[in-house]
């Protein structure tokens, strides 16, 4: 069974940022493409950003870009997401998984690979 930890999450001002981390066991985390999800009230869950496990590849979703950057670190087994300039519809349970693309309507669509945490709650007023 896959664990993951995530952390960070609060409570922030539109423009301020939040640092997410993620701590994945050290079997999943060396081998896989990781990434980050979120899911709003009432909405469903939404790929933030994915990172190949060799750090050359880098994906984010269309409504952070410019503003999110993913790292992760094999030394600590953790991935992390830097969020700037935060915006009130960032408000959600951020979640980190393996992540994988599925074929979808129009090209394709990330997915997580295993059963999801518990998540860390990010809250942006205005």
């Known amino acids: 069974q896959v664990q993951t930890l995530e952390s960070g999450g609060g409570a922030a001002q539109a423009g301020g940022s939040l640092r997410l981390s993620c701590v994945v066991s050290?079997?999943?985390?060396?081998?896989?493409?990781m990434g980050w999800f979120r899911q709003a009230p009432g909405k469903e869950r939404e790929f933030v950003a994915a990172?190949?496990?060799?750090?050359?590849?880098?994906w984010y979703g269309e409504s952070v870009k410019g503003r999110f950057t993913i790292s992760r670190d094999h030394a600590k087994n953790t991935i992390y997401l830097q969020m700037n300039s935060l915006k009130p519809e960032d408000t959600a349970v951020y979640y980190c998984n393996a992540a994988q693309t599925v074929a979808a309507v129009g090209g394709y669509d990330w997915t997580g690979l295993y059963a999801w945490g518990q998540g860390t709650v990010v809250t942006v007023s205005s």
């Open positions: 990172i190949s496990w060799r750090n050359a590849d880098i």
């Open positions: 050290a079997r999943t985390f060396s081998t896989k493409t």
